[in-house]
């Protein structure tokens, strides 16, 4: 985890869900998120934006993002996620890991 949130662990892959509506960036998220798991992915990156432009400073994506990975149907595929390191977009990103997938 410590290594993950330094910049120093790879990715295995990413999605930009910034400049999505919300519906657009939640169904992209959901099947991104399972097909990752199918490929058995560990780490995603999941880019929000920062929503700078937002009346309280947070984009809607970045607000609502962590709440989808705790839900169904991606909360048994997700093990944790943190904010990227800025390296990897920082606050306008995650990094998610996924759970491993039984062969």
Not at 50 to 55: A, F, I, Q, R, T
């Amino acid at each position: 985890q410590r290594a993950l949130r330094r910049g120093r662990m790879e990715i295995d892959d990413r999605i930009d869900l910034h400049g999505l509506t919300q519906e657009a960036a939640h169904q992209r998220l959901i099947g991104f998120l399972m097909e990752a798991h199918r490929r058995r992915l560990s780490v995603v990156l999941v880019i929000t934006g920062k929503g700078d432009g937002s009346w309280d400073g947070r984009g809607v994506l970045k607000r609502v993002v962590p709440g989808w990975l705790k839900v169904p149907p991606v909360a048994g595929l997700v093990v944790g996620f943190a904010e990227a390191h800025a390296f990897h977009g920082g606050a306008g990103a995650l990094y998610v890991r996924l759970r491993r997938k039984r062969p």
